[in-house]
Nanobody, 126 residues
Framework: QVQLVESGGGLVQAGGSLRLSCAASGRTFSSYAMGWFRQAPGKEREFVAAISWSGGSTTYADSVKGRFSISRDNAKNTVYLQMNSLKPEDTAVYYC???????????????????WGQGTQVTVSS
């Protein structure tokens, strides 16, 4: 069983920055890829970013490329999402998720993740 707890969301003006954190329970955190997804009101959940088990490979949605950065600290069982140059369209609930299987590179497909956090709200005002 894995528990994921996100934090760091909040209200920020357009152009501002936030850093989200996702703390994971369990002793095998360093063995699996992690991802961030988001869901805005009335929209489907969408992929934001993913990071491989080692942190050596990252993937981003086109909409956030160049503005967001995913990283992980395996010693702290934590994955981060640094969000810069935020836009009103980034407003959503952000979720972290654990990828199925071990030693993966991360995926943009939500069905390839088996554990999800409760989400943290990010609101960007114009």
């Amino acid at each position: 069983q894995v528990q994921l707890v996100e934090s760091g969301g909040g209200l920020v003006q357009a152009g501002g920055s936030l850093r989200l954190s996702c703390a994971a329970s369990g002793r095998t955190f360093s063995s699996y890829a992690m991802g961030w997804f988001r869901q805005a009101p009335g929209k489907e959940r969408e992929f934001v970013a993913a990071i491989s088990w080692s942190g050596g490979s990252t993937t981003y949605a086109d909409s956030v490329k160049g503005r967001f950065s995913i990283s992980r600290d395996n010693a702290k069982n934590t994955v981060y999402l640094q969000m810069n140059s935020l836009k009103p369209e980034d407003t959503a609930v952000y979720y972290c998720a654990k990828a199925i299987g071990y030693y993966g590179a991360g995926s943009s497909r939500h069905h390839e993740y088996d554990y999800w956090g409760q989400g943290t709200q990010v609101t960007v005002s114009s």
